[in-house]
């Protein structure tokens, strides 16, 4: 199974700051990596697809980058809205596979 | 708009069994590829099942395999997971999720959930 290891696992931020989140994939997955938003009792809204593509909705201050092993998300200018956990996805091939999340929250 | 809905969820004792259901509105069912997935109190989300729209093609994280069956009902348009031998680590939230509009097998939408309990 590929296995997607996300960094920071938890990041204090505040309104207006950029960040970055990280997902490592234990072995190349090409462009098959997606990103997600869920907030507390939830389900997950996807954000992201194909490394970079933004789902209809999403705003554009979520940006997604990466190929191969190595993705980042990134959000410039933190929201209020934008406090929750993200995780990524790859759908490279099954089992699909998640990352462990990382939690933004309010700083 | 695509509505997916889950039900069935509950508390079991271990060993219990369960069944989930989803089902869905606002778009034609039959086309699409079906997953369940779950998510354990405080934990990520893990992929279980995946069912292709003819039932032709069926997958299960190693995990559930040989305990969960996924299935579906294109007429009633409705997805099922029936959950056998549940035990304490099956607790979670299960949701249904579908890959519709997004090219790849990327989860674009995805039901509310529906949360499975086991204790004794």
């Known amino acids: 199974d590929i296995h997607l290891t996300q960094s920071p696992s938890f990041l204090s931020a505040s309104v207006g700051d950029g960040v970055t989140i990280t997902c490592r994939a234990s072995q190349d997955i090409s462009s098959y990596l997606a990103w997600y938003q869920q907030k507390p009792g939830k389900a997950p809204k996807l954000l992201i697809y194909a490394v970079s593509t933004l789902q209809s909705g999403v705003p554009s201050r979520f940006s997604g980058s990466g190929s191969g092993t190595e993705f980042t998300l990134t959000i410039t200018s933190l929201q209020p809205e934008d406090f929750a956990t993200y995780s990524c996805l790859q759908h490279y091939r099954y089992p699909q596979t998640f990352g462990g999340g990382t939690k933004v929250e309010i700083k | 708009e695509v509505q997916l809905v889950e039900s069935g969820g509950g508390l079991v004792r271990p060993g219990g069994s369960l069944r989930l259901s989803c089902t869905s509105s606002?778009?034609?069912?039959?086309?699409?590829?079906m997953n369940w997935v779950r998510q354990a109190p405080g934990k990520g989300l893990e992929w279980i099942a995946y069912i292709s729209s003819s039932s032709g093609t069926i997958y299960y994280a190693d995990s559930v395999k040989g305990r969960f069956t996924i299935s579906r009902d294109n007429a009633r348009s409705s997805l099922y997971l029936q959950i056998n031998s549940l035990r304490e680590e099956d607790a979670a939230v299960y949701y249904c999720a579908a890959n519709i509009v997004v090219p790849g097998m990327v989860f674009d939408n995805w039901g509310q959930g529906t949360q499975v309990t086991v204790s004794s």
């Open positions: 606002g778009l034609t069912f039959s086309p699409y590829s």
